[in-house]
């Protein structure tokens, strides 16, 4: 690993008294995995350093095997719509590039990087044009702007606070240019056109609760009322209290994390979960994640999916300050996808993320345990802004054209993964799983942000 890693003084350490020739041996034979296997294989063996490239292959083409297995040869993907509310937050993650705009206003003199926020009118025109030409999922995941609240009652309890702006992260929609109204009007907002509402991370769900005695459950609740349908299972990063204090001290804690998922599945949402991975973490605590990840299914059976998110470093504080040089390795990458699918054995779905991976290597990962290749998204906020370059739009043509090229076939699936059709290769069509989807291609896929505020 060519990270400055070793930096730090981490308590939970890649060492195990399992072979890799047992680990691999397990997981052929589809016997659950404990955390010291999945180390011995995404690993490729703690008995040597570095990858080795004969048992990487080995490791990779068990996991492919697990995939053919466990769901076929579809590779599925979503007609779909990013529509982040707000990049203005305070949060002051490490790995990521969303900043309080008002400090990013003064700040952004080259116009670059200017932050958005939008208001819930904003909201619903943006799905409404998107659900026309034939999206039926929006996915929204949005900065912790001090201004959010889930509904009035939220934004009084928060401004009774003393010194709300330190103590419960709290300013008023007037100190602000825009008002990103509440969450429940922008949930209203963005469920229309009969598409699905994924949206409302455990990081936004705290923060719909900051300051209040509400539960996670009350306020899941509410958001479901007011159309939500299922949450993404972002702000997972890394679940291990040890690196989150590194890379996100304020944020939610993994124990946080679980409560607020847990919550969504008590009131009947489903769930994605992730991993952000390729940063100070070791391959201790990549496995360590998959295990709670698993546990969480154990007990919920709600995650529809699990999206490994490898990190995009350049203009994040974390490659800034000298922290980290680099994100994860093709290796890396290609071990974190396949040691998810072999470990993960209650998750159907492995995401390929074409975001994060670009398209060539987000293709290798379809032969590396991965099924499913993301979504259309028409827009992309939160890579674009830490350095990506691997774009923000991909047609139906495109998915079929490169599912096919490697072989497979190519699917449209609905964000629960409960409806899928293939499409047919010789005449290929736009969706036709949402409400106003008639099979119309989607063509230009131009950003539907509207201007900096
Ligand atoms: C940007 S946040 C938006 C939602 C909300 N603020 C939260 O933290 O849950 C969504 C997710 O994007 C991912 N992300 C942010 N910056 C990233 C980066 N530089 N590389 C890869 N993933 C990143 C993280 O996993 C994060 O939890
Ligand atoms: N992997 C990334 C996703 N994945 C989410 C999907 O597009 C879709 O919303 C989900 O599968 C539910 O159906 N979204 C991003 O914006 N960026 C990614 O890297
Ligand atoms: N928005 C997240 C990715 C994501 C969103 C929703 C999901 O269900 C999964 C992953 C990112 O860009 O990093
Ligand atoms: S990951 Fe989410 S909470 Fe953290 S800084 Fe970025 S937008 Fe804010």
Redesign the pocket.
């Known amino acids: 690993m060519q990270r400055s890693r070793g930096e730090f003084d981490f308590e939970c350490v890649p060492a195990t008294d399992q072979s890799f020739e047992n680990a691999l041996r397990k997981a052929r034979d589809g016997e659950r995995l404990v955390v010291a296997d999945g180390i011995e294989l995404i690993t490729t063996g703690t008995d040597d350093e570095g990858i080795d490239p004969e048992r990487k292959e080995r490791v990779l083409e068990a996991a492919d095997r697990r995939r053919a297995e466990a769901v076929g040869e579809q590779v599925t993907f979503v007609a779909n719509l990013n529509n982040?509310v707000t990049t203005a937050?305070n949060?002051g993650?490490l790995?990521?590039?969303?900043k309080d705009s008002s400090q990013q206003f003064r700040s952004d003199a080259d116009g670059g990087h200017g932050g958005f926020t939008k208001t819930p009118a904003d909201s619903r025109e943006i799905v409404e044009r998107a659900a026309e030409r034939g999206i039926y999922e929006v996915t929204s995941?949005?900065?912790?702007h001090p201004a959010f609240a889930l509904d009035d009652e939220h934004h009084e309890i928060l401004a009774s606070h003393d010194d709300a702006a330190k103590t419960v992260n709290y300013r008023p929609p007037t100190a602000y240019d825009t008002d990103p109204g509440t969450y429940l009007e922008q949930m209203n907002a963005m469920s229309t056109c009969g598409v699905h509402l994924h949206s409302m991370?455990?990081?936004?769900a705290y923060h719909a609760r900051r300051g209040t005695d509400w539960s996670y459950e009350e306020v899941y609740g509410r958001l479901q009322e007011a159309g939500l349908d299922s949450v993404?299972g972002?702000?997972?990063?890394i679940l291990v209290d040890e690196v989150r204090d590194v890379i996100c001290p304020g944020?939610i804690d993994t124990d946080g994390w679980l409560r607020a998922m847990e919550a969504a599945a008590t009131v009947g949402l489903d769930m994605t979960a992730?991993i952000?991975y390729g940063h100070v973490e070791n391959a201790a605590h990549r496995v360590k994640h998959l295990q709670r990840v698993r546990e969480l299914q154990d007990e919920t059976g709600a995650i529809t999916e699990f999206v490994p998110?490898?990190?995009?470093?350049p203009n994040?504080p974390l490659a800034e300050r000298g922290i980290v040089e680099s994100?994860a390795s093709d290796d890396e990458d290609e071990l974190m996808i396949a040691v998810s699918r072999l470990f993960l054995d209650n998750v159907d779905n492995i995401q390929s993320s074409w975001v994060?991976y670009g398209d060539q290597q987000g293709l290798k990962m379809l032969s590396c345990g991965a099924n499913d290749f993301m979504g259309t998204i028409l827009s992309e906020e939160?890579?674009k802004r830490?350095?990506?370059e691997f774009g923000e739009y991909r047609s139906f043509d495109e998915y079929v054209e490169m599912i096919s090229a490697i072989g497979r076939t190519p699917a449209e699936r609905s964000t629960d993964y409960r409806q899928v059709r293939e499409i047919d290769i010789d005449a290929p069509d736009g969706p036709r799983l949402g409400p106003q989807a008639d099979g119309t291609p989607l063509f230009d896929g131009a950003s539907h942000a509207p201007a900096d505020d």
Do not use: Q, R, W, Y
């Open positions: 982040n937050c949060t993650c790995f990521c590039n969303f995941v949005s900065g912790l991370t455990p990081e936004e993404p972002t702000a997972a990063e944020k992730t952000m998110l490898s990190f995009i470093h994040t994100g994060k939160i890579t830490a350095g990506g």
